[in-house]
Structures are given as C-alpha cells and as structure tokens.
C-alpha cells in the first residue's frame, strides 16, 4: 500500500518568516494530495489539496507544489502567523484506492 | 448542517468489555471512514465504507467491526477492547474518493 513520511517532524519559525514542510509517498499511482491542519485538541481540517495533473496551487499564503518524477510534494506557508502553529498532515490516494494515506504529521511552532 | 458528529466524546473502558462509537453524517456523502490517532503516529485508517451495505479494511483493523446500514451512519465497534485501543478516534466522510475529508470531533478513549 501507500507510504507517506514527512519531514521534518518540529518546525520552528519566526513569525512572518516561511515555512516549507515535504512528503514523499511511494505509489506513483497516487494522484490526489491533501494537506490538513490539526490544532491542539480539534479535528483535523484540509487546508489545501491538489491533484496529480496540476504541479502547482496557492491560496492566499498557502501553496502546495507537487515533483510527480520525484514523488514528493510540499506545503509553504508564507509571512507566519501565531494562528499557524499546530500540527500539518499530509495524505496520499490514487484513483480507485479508497484509502487516504496520512504521514506521520508536522509539528510547527510560530515564535512570535 | 451538523456536518460529522461523533458519540461518545469520551468513553472510560476496561480490558475486555466492548462498546460501539457512533458517527453520523448529514452531507449525503457515500464515503465514510475511522481513523485512529496516536501520538507520534499520524492518522491510521481503521475502516472505510464507499456506500451504504460496502465495507472494507483500512490499515489497523484487527479488533474492530463496522457496518454501513444506512447512508448517514458508520458505527465502530470494539469486542473486546484492549489498553493498545486506548486512542482517539476519528471518523470522516467525503462526497466521493479524492475529495475533501470532513471530521468529525473525535471520541478520546482510554482501556484500563
């Protein structure tokens, strides 16, 4: 089945600085990649996803790229803010494979 | 809409009794799923149904049954339950595959 690993595990930033996290999966059949934010103690939400046939998508300061040749794909957040310190999962699925696939998770920690 | 709602929020369970964790959707969505969470492990596929009457095994599933009578419900249940079961428990629903997962708040159980 799908492997998704996430690297690094903590990230610390200054606030407004960026903040890049990526992940490699293994199934090149993958073709669909969400990014969910957790904050302490709530539910994990999609921030962003993005699909195979795309290489790049941003919203506001959010932007996820994709490598398909390499098999890895990140997230960038731009200008840090507090509000953005939690924990980032990424996922991985392929078309007809029900199963998302999450990694490990991300911490990141805005210093203020 | 109530979105994805889980029962119970917290659940106290000794080793051998069992118990079923509710989830209930009100999207109309086709794909619903569990997922454990464990600290330091992401977010692991327990089971996942595609509609109602279909479903099948995610990446954990030893020690849990589900059933899908119903489009809105997918309730998990636990046999027997074990301290190794002792996590927080996700359920989440989708309009179809490769689409945004929505979660509910997560059931906080702890076997003793």
């Known amino acids: 089945g799908e492997n998704v690993e996430q690297h690094p595990s903590t990230l610390s930033v200054q606030e407004g600085d960026s903040a890049v996290i990526k992940c490699t999966y293994s199934?090149?059949?993958?073709?669909?990649f969400p990014w969910y934010k957790q904050e302490l103690g709530k539910r994990p939400q999609l921030i962003i996803d993005i699909r195979s046939n795309v290489g790049e998508k941003k919203d506001q300061r959010i932007a996820v790229t994709l490598n398909k040749t390499a098999k890895h794909f990140s997230l960038h957040i731009t200008e840090t803010q507090p509000e953005d310190s939690a924990v980032y999962f990424c996922?991985?699925?392929?078309?007809?494979?029900?199963?998302?696939?999450f990694g490990k998770g991300n911490q990141v920690v805005v210093i203020p | 809409n109530a979105g994805v709602t889980q029962t119970p929020k917290f659940q106290v369970l000794k080793t051998g009794q069992s118990m079923t964790l509710q989830c209930a959707q009100d999207?109309?969505?086709?794909?619903m799923s569990w997922y454990r969470q464990d600290p330091g492990m992401g977010l692991r596929l327990i089971h996942y149904s595609v509609g109602a009457g279909i479903t099948d095994q995610g990446e954990v599933p030893n020690g849990y049954n589900v059933s899908r009578s119903t489009t809105e419900d997918f309730p998990l249940r636990l046999l027997s339950a074990a301290p190794s079961q002792t996590s927080v428990y996700f359920c989440a629903s989708s309009y179809e595959q490769g689409t945004e997962q929505f979660f509910g708040p997560g059931t906080r159980l702890t076997v003793l």
């Open positions: 999207m109309n969505h086709e794909y």
């Open positions: 996922a991985a699925s392929s078309y007809g494979n029900n199963r998302l696939a």
């Open positions: 199934d090149s059949a993958s073709n669909y």
